[in-house]
């Protein structure tokens, strides 16, 4: 079983920057691709970010490219996500996600492609 458990959220203003964390346990991933996703009130879950196990790979929504950055450290079992230049429409709750039905895939950005889920952690840009 695979645990996975954001951390980093929280508020800051628009223009300003935050990094999530999303630290993983119960199983070493680093030969697996892992994403970001997000989820406003009152909308669907959206594609934010994903990496392959390389971390050679990586792709971004268009509404987040330039600005977000996801990275990962297999020895920490981590992945992270950085957000510069934050908007408004950029709050809602970020999940991580985790794929082990084939190792050495490239990135995924549908959610149905994941397996494993985070609780998730909210970020609030204000304007």
């Known amino acids: 079983q695979v645990q996975l458990v954001e951390s980093g959220g929280g508020l800051v203003q628009a223009g300003g920057s935050l990094r999530l964390s999303c630290a993983a346990s119960g199983r070493t991933l680093s030969t697996y691709a892992m994403g970001w996703f997000r989820q406003a009130p009152g909308k669907e879950r959206e594609f934010v970010a994903a990496?392959?196990?390389?971390?050679?790979?990586?792709y971004y929504a268009d509404s987040v490219k330039g600005r977000f950055t996801i990275s990962r450290d297999n020895a920490k079992n981590t992945v992270y996500l950085q957000m510069n230049s934050l908007k408004p429409e950029d709050t809602a709750v970020y999940y991580c996600a985790a794929e082990i039905r084939n190792a050495y895939s490239p990135p995924h950005l549908r959610d149905s492609d994941y397996d494993y889920w985070g609780q998730g952690t909210q970020v609030t840009v204000s304007s």
């Open positions: 990496i392959n196990w390389s971390a050679r790979s990586m």
